[in-house]
């Protein structure tokens, strides 16, 4: 049942983004509010679940990259708002910021190596992102800076390939602090 409200809610996501974004003149802008806003009914929508440990935030940043990337709008540049605004919607609606943070962040993973496209790039932007939408809700950004770097490392190492390197790489020369907490994954 779980898994099948799941993918409800990606496809969901998928037609809700691209639906609400075609036609807006300021799509950069506009990511946050709407991933944000239909983060905030998507979890209200499926509440129990949140509870069961079930991560809501990451297949809200699937189906908005998904519906994103039907639109043909370049999905590297479109991360760090779609991660930010489903952050800042998962916190405010109670998911713990490291849960919220570390789901968002791989999905960004999977879902740029299923679309083909450079997961060093979406790694920089995820990680931007995530700790952008914990200042926004007044979270710790510190935390979230370790949990994002470490959840994007952990994503790379999962789907494989020779990206780990140039994902290091990106984030120690982009995310500030990424340089000392790599070194902390290396001990």
């Known amino acids: 049942m779980a898994f099948n409200l799941i993918s409800k809610l990606v496809n969901g996501i998928k037609g809700g983004i691209a639906g609400t974004l075609k036609g807006s003149a300021d799509i950069g802008s506009s990511i946050i509010k709407v991933i944000k806003d239909v983060t905030v009914s998507s979890v209200k929508g499926v509440g129990e679940l949140v509870s069961a440990g079930i991560n809501v935030p990451a297949s809200i940043v699937s189906g908005a990259i998904s519906g994103i990337a039907e639109l043909g709008i370049t999905v590297v540049q479109s991360v760090k708002g779609v991660v930010n ?81 140039s994902v290091e790489s990106a984030l120690k020369n982009s995310v500030d602090g990424a340089k000392d907490i790599i070194s902390e994954i290396r001990k």
Do not use: P, R, Y
């Open 85 to 165: 605004g489903a952050i800042q919607g998962a916190v405010e609606s109670g998911i713990k910021q490291n849960e919220a943070v570390k789901g968002t962040v791989a999905q960004a993973i999977f879902s740029a190596k299923s679309l083909g496209l450079n997961i060093a790039d979406v790694a920089v932007e995820a990680v931007k992102g995530a700790v952008d939408g914990v200042k926004q809700v007044g979270g710790d950004t510190v935390s979230a800076t370790k949990d994002a770097v470490f959840a994007a490392m952990d994503a790379v190492k999962e789907v494989g390939g020779d990206g780990l390197s």
